[in-house]
Nanobody, 126 residues
């Protein structure tokens, strides 16, 4: 399984970006996908998650109300719409996938995910 993340870039504070993550190599009847991020010198942290079932998204408090995770129905593709970006959102963003539906309480644990994308850099200037 390969995850291909894209959409990162350099933007100014207040701008928007949309990240994409496409999974290939295997079809999943059910899955959980998530976005994590890692800023320089910091640990990788949970950002948002959703599942193939829809309607069960979860977010880190730091991005709630600004970021939206969504999926393309019928395809193993997930998006992260990021609005009102702040300099503290600067990080490498990684998508992650696990077959099956994780309970929402477990989704913040990066150990729960089997597959990871290569990361896409988001830089927000002030």
């Amino acid at each position: 399984v390969q995850l291909q993340a894209s959409g990162g870039g350099l933007v100014q504070a207040g701008d928007s970006l949309r990240l994409s993550c496409a999974a290939s190599g295997r079809s999943f009847s059910a899955y959980t996908m998530a976005w994590f991020r890692q800023a320089p010198g910091k640990e990788r942290e949970f950002v948002a998650s959703g599942s193939s079932f829809g309607g069960d998204t979860t977010y880190a408090n730091s991005v709630k109300g600004r970021f939206t995770i969504s999926r393309e129905k019928g395809k193993n593709t997930v998006f992260l719409q990021m609005n009102s970006l702040k300099p503290e959102d600067t990080a490498v963003y990684y998508c992650a996938l696990r077959a099956g539906r994780l309970i929402t309480g477990a989704r913040r644990d990066l150990q729960q995910y089997d597959y990871w994308g290569q990361g896409t850099l988001v830089t927000v200037s002030s």
